[in-house]
């Protein structure tokens, strides 16, 4: 609904903002009118990527085997403390 694409308008922006990324408002409508989000998570996946390219894909885990694949926007166990 209404809501849902507000709150996917709201995540745009603030992700443009946050990223300084610059493209086409009209690209921006395909995003905020996808019902199901499938356009904005891949944005937000582009994203990631890309920071994760940036920092040199450091961060992963020492336990985590060479052979299997992270997911570098999930911090190991963030919810204990260090």
Known sequence: GTSRASTRAAILRSLRAAA???FDLELAAPIVQDAEGDHLDAVLSAVRAAAAWAQGFGGVPPNVPRCEGWIHSIP????RER
């Open 76 to 79: 190991e166990e963030p919810w």
């Open 20 to 22: 300084r990324l610059e």
